[in-house]
C-alpha cells in the first residue's frame, strides 16, 4: 500500500509573539508591520530599564548612556544621529526595530517574519532525550514558545529551537542532532505511530508530551473514484478526535451490505469479511444483539431482503437508479403465494410471527413449530412442500401460521410465490441497512432532533462515543469513523457529530452501529478500532472498484 503523509503544523504561540530577553526573564512586547518596517511600543520596554518622558509635545527615551530624542516625526540619537521616523498609534510612542538596536547597544535582536526577539544572551541547549511518550530537552538561559517550532509526521517529531547559542547538545538513542546559524534541531524517530504533541516549559527544561496514534496518516488514493483520508480534526471548541474519511464516487464504485461468513448469529472481523469477497474498503453496518449475534433492522442486498425492519429508524439505501438515499422509510415485506398476499413479519430472525422466511444466511437450524406450514420457494416459484432444516444457495423457506392454511391447502411444486421490498415512498432499493440516529438532512438540522435521540435506548445518542457515519457531499457517498475510547479522545455525542458534520457541508447524514463496533477496512488495514474491539460484525457494508465495462470506458 502506497501511503502518503499529510504533514501537521504544531505552533505555540503568546498573545504578544515577540519578546525581550533579559538574562533568566523574558518579557512580551507588542510590535507592528508597516510598509515592510517593524515598530516596537516604547512603554513595553520599560521593564529592561528604558525610560520614556514625554510632555509638551517632546518626548525622550532614555537606555542607559544613550537618549532619544522624539520631535516633529524625526527621531535623534545623543542629539546627534538622526534614525528612522517614529510611529504615533493612539498616544502611544513607537520606535522602528532600527532605532531599538541602536538606542539597546547591548542587545541584540534576531527577527523571524513579524516575530522579534530583543536579547542580552542566548539560551544553550544542553541535551535532548526520549523516554517513552515524551521527549525532554534541558538547557540554560530563557526560552520562549516563539522560539520553538514542532512539525510532526507519521514516525517523527521535528523540534527547531533558535535563536540558541551554536553548541552540539547531547542526545539519547532514537534522537538526531542537526545545527544551523543560531539554530539547532531535533529529529525524533518514533516507529509506527503518529503523534500528537503538547509543549509544556518548566525552568530549564522544555517537554513535548507525546500521545501516540497507531497507524497510517494522510490521504490515499485507493481506486478511481475512491479516496482514502486519516486526520485529526478539532471539534468543540478545542477537543480533538481521529476522523476516517472514505469518499466515493458511486459510477465508479459498487457498494452494498455483506452478511458474516457463517450467517446471520455469527459475527466476522470486518478485514477478513472485506478480503473474502474482493472488496477494497468497507465499514460495519446494523445494530446487533451482542448475545444472539443477529442483526437489528432492515438489510437488503441485490433486491432481496435478508432481515426486515426494526422500527422507524433511519435508513441507508443505494436505489437501482444507483442514488444514495439517507433518511426515514417504511419498509414491509410482502409474500404473495397464489394471488394471496402475506406480510412477512420476520426474515433470518430468533422472534415469533405469523409469516416468517430463512435463507442460507439463518445460521441456526430452522424452528420447527407444530402451529406452522412449510414451504421452500426457490427463484418465483414452490420447490418443496414441507419442512426444511436449512435453506440452500438461493432458495428459501416460508413458515406460516395455520390459521391460513385455507389459501395454502392446494399448494404445490411449481407455484409462483413473489418476494417484494414495499416502501412507503417511491424509492427502488437494491441495497439498504438500517441504522440511526438521523443526524442531517438537505444540509441542515433534522427539526425533530430531540425526538430522534430518544429513541434509541442506552444513552446512546447522548453519551461520547466512537461513530460510523455514512454521508453525501459534493456528489459523492462518505464513509467516516470518528474514533474514541482512547487517549485522544472519548468520542463524539450526537450533537457534537451534528455540528461537526453541517461545519464541514455535509448534506445529509446518519449513523449506523457506533461504539466498539466503529470501524474501517481500507486496503486490508483496519481504523477506528477500539482497544477492546475484535471489529467483528455481523454486516457489513463493502467498497468494489467497478470494472472498467461497467462505467462505460
Known sequence: MRQLVLVFLLFAASIFGSYVISGEKAFPIRTISKDGEIYVYVEDLQPIGVGYIHANGYHYVVYNDHVLFVKE??????FVEELSSPLFLNGNLLLSLDSVKKMLSDYQIYRHGETVLVYNSLPIILSASKE???ITILYTGTLVPDMVNVETTFGKVEITISPVVESIPSVSEYVKVKLGKHEVTFTVELGDFYPDVKISFEKGKLVLNLSLIEGFFGKMKLADGIDFERKIEEFDEGEKTVVNYLSMDLK???VKPVVAEKGFGSLERLDRMVERVGGI??????????????PIGLVV?????????????????????GNVFI????????????????LVKGINSLGEGEVLIYTKEFSREIPRKEDKLYFVVDGNAVKQVGYKEKAEGSEYVVAISKKYEKYLSNLKEGDEVFLSIQPNIPLRIRHAVE????????GAPIPDAQEEKARYGGGIAYAKAPRTVIATKDGKLWFIVFEGYNHITRGLDYDELVNFLLARGFEDAMCVDGGSSSVMVVGGSIFGKAESSTASIPVGIVVWEKKRTEVGE
Open 301 to 321: 442486498i441485490d433486491g432481496k431482503p435478508y432481515s426486515t425492519m426494526f422500527s422507524g429508524r433511519p435508513v441507508f439505501a443505494i436505489t437501482e437508479e
Open 73 to 78: 516625526g524625526k527621531v535623534i540619537l545623543d
Open 281 to 294: 474498503a468497507g465499514i460495519n453496518g446494523n445494530y446487533f444483539d451482542p448475545v444472539t449475534k443477529f
Open 132 to 134: 517513552m511518550n515524551k
Open 327 to 342: 433518511g426515514r422509510v417504511l419498509v414491509d415485506i410482502t409474500l404473495m403465494v397464489n394471488n394471496v398476499l402475506f
Open 252 to 254: 465508479r464504485v459498487l
Open 435 to 442: 441504522g440511526g440516529p438521523l443526524l442531517i438532512k438537505n
